[in-house]
DNA sequence: CCATGAATAT
DNA sequence: AATATTCATG
């Protein structure tokens, strides 16, 4: 059951309503510093920034602009609060925050930051300014040698920028340290009558991976990107549409956001690694780069000595960002896994698995030591053997499972038949393009023999 | 506690 | 639809 914030805080700061839909009521707790000039001149709050305010087209359709491509679609769908949230960005965590909480918070965090702007009250402010606060420190603390996207909030980045901004890759360290101020505040906001949150989390393992204000940063920093973006076009971020499938909404800044985390992650060399993989990962259910499937069974070993890179959580399914923290060790924490692709390859492997085995032996954990993948799971074999079993019991034989590429349309006979590929290609969403700053991953990965190394 | 497989979720 | 995750069961 969730916490109900709403109440709570309206206990606290005596908040009646509405403050709901306001469109500024999501601006207001992220710092006035993030606010785009236009939106604070607007509502007469103060303008930190030193950004020359862009051409302004009428005050209408300035607000028309703000609050409809960007305030709304990245808050809200951040927040996964209305209808249109995207399916993939609830997860099974999440499931006890009920929405009407979520805005709740919003709408809490509104309202201390209308009240810090007129009255500097510690007390009401106390959230954002934790959050504030511990992002900047995470910020100097990962991207000591330059500045993050938090310290310098009105500079916009170049597209360079993007791909190597060392800023980019200290944002999931911003964000996991906003997400654990916002929680530590809020438990210990006691004095003032508010309970610790028990935000819903089915997994209990993680008490404070308190996806809202996650979601809050990555509104944020879309906000930030797309006022940024001013200067370079239509307003609209040259990376919103590589990576679609972030948070389901191509149209919503938030994705800028993702896509900036993964072009960070391509910097480092993942996604763009050409070996060869009877199957792969790829990172999204729509698009994103491929990700190499050797690359990434070794980025999920633990003891691995790779670089400690933002091995970023480009995954939606994260249930948050900060998964790839890494623990004091040094080891990797529970990193997302990537969505395998059953590959024509892989699942050829797999039946002669099977076959080779017998009906009796060809249960999952016998069939992936007989594939001898590396990185596959039992879970992997047990999902594609449940759908192998069924299709076999619906008249076909196994081999007709159809796992083809992933980027073949493969109806009728527009088309014919794919050509088995030494190498999967995973998926391009017809839009998408190859990848964000050239790091991305191609679909120039090379044979090189045809056998993924062998494991262990 | 672990593996399995069906059911369910994403 | 494909794959992942959950859950009851052995």
Known sequence: MAYDVVQALQGIYGMKDDYGLDPSAGLVPLGTSLLPPIVAQAFGLPSLGSLAPPPQPPPQQQYQALYGSMVNPALLGALGAFGGASQYQSQPHYGGLASTSALGYLQALAAAGQHQQQQQQQQQSAVALLAHTAALAAAARSAPASSSAFSQPMQPPTAADY???????????????????????????????????????????????????????????????????????????????????????????????????????????????????????????????????????AAYRPAMSAP???????????????????????????????????????????????????????????????????????????????????????????????????????????????????????????????????????SEQIANGGSLGARD
């Open 163 to 297: 791909c190597s901004h060392p800023a980019y890759s200290s944002a999931r360290a911003v964000a996991c340290e906003l997400e654990r101020a916002a929680t530590a505040s809020a438990t210990t906001s006691g004095p003032s009558g508010m309970k610790g949150p028990t935000f819903s989390n089915s997994a209990g393992s993680a008490p404070y991976q308190h996806p809202l204000m996650q979601n809050l940063y990555t509104a944020a920093l879309a906000q930030q990107q797309q006022q940024s973006a001013y200067g370079v076009g239509q307003g609209m971020s040259p990376y919103a549409s590589h990576f679609p499938g972030y948070y389901a909404r191509p149209d919503t800044s938030a994705a800028v956001a993702a896509a900036a985390v993964a072009a960070a992650a391509g910097a480092y060399g993942y996604g763009q690694a050409p070996s060869v993989s009877y199957g792969a990962y790829h990172p999204s259910y729509s698009s994103g780069p491929a990700l190499d499937y050797s690359a990434l069974a």
């Open 308 to 442: 400690a890179a933002p091995t970023a959580s480009i995954n939606p399914q994260s249930q948050s960002i900060c998964d790839d923290e890494y623990a004091d060790d040094g080891s990797a924490r529970a990193i997302k896994r990537p969505r395998l692709v059953w590959t024509p390859q892989l699942h050829k492997k797999f039946e002669s698995a099977v076959l080779k085995l017998g009906d009796e032996k060809a249960v999952p954990k016998n069939i992936m030591q007989e594939m001898n993948i590396d990185g596959l799971t039992r879970e992997n074999v047990a999902s594609h053997l449940q759908k192998y079993r069924m299709s076999r019991k619906h008249g076909r034989d196994g081999s007709s499972i159809d796992c083809r590429d992933s980027d073949t349309v493969t109806i009728g006979s527009k088309r014919e038949p794919e050509p088995i590929r030494p190498t999967p290609i995973l998926a391009q969403p017809p839009g998408a393009a190859k990848a964000a700053c050239g790091a991305g991953a191609s």
